[in-house]
């Protein structure tokens, strides 16, 4: 009957949207794992290149007293 074919095309609508949302979810899930993975890495990189520069300007105030120390001694 109509009606009864009506119900069938409305639950496999419904069953179509579920499908999709639940799709779009996980899509919007995996992209949010990417997403943090690369901050992540991001992150992991900057705080490297921080330590490189800090291990650097140490370096650099050491090698500045020393020179300071050799031109007073001179």
């Not at 992150?43 to 140490?58: S, W, Y």
Request: glycine share 2%; aromatic share 2%.
């Amino acid at each position: 009957t109509a009606l009864e074919d009506s119900e069938r095309i409305f639950t496999e609508l419904i069953r179509s949207i579920v499908r999709s949302h639940s799709e779009l979810i996980q899509l919007i899930r995996d992209q949010e794992k990417a997403a943090v993975s690369q901050a992540q890495g991001r992150l992991e990189r900057l705080e490297q290149e921080i330590n490189d520069l800090k291990r650097r300007d140490t370096e650099l105030e050491q090698l500045l007293h020393t020179q300071d120390h050799i031109q007073f001694l001179q």
